[in-house]
């Protein structure tokens, strides 16, 4: 193989991992946004409600909904990146 294919081949390897990398921060991201979220919310007992004592309005059902979508995604992406990992160390440890 030429130097130059080899450059070429080692160029779309570093492509990749910079991919793979961007969706980890991405992930990364998310996880930390919804943990700087959940900390500002405070609890019912901080609020000194039940939470039998409080409806939901429309626009905060949609909200929790939006929500939990997001986390399901945020959890897709996570275990893909953790699956990558994985895959990734098992090579090391082979190669």
């Known amino acids: 193989m ?15 991992q ?7 921060n991405k992930a990364l991201q998310k996880y930390i946004d919804l943990l700087e979220k959940r900390a500002s919310v405070p609890s019912f007992s901080q609020q000194n409600l039940q939470p039998q004592q409080r409806q939901m309005t ?9 929500e939990i979508k997001e986390n399901v995604d945020l959890g897709q992406i996570v275990l ?8 990734k160390r098992g090579r090391e440890e082979v190669g």
């Open 58 to 66: 429309k626009k905060e059902i949609e909200e929790k909904l939006k």
């Open 80 to 87: 893909y990146c953790i699956e990558k990992d994985l895959i």
């Open 2 to 16: 030429s130097e130059i294919e080899e450059l070429k081949k080692k160029v779309k390897e570093l492509e990749e």
């Open 18 to 24: 910079l991919l793979e990398l961007k969706a980890e």
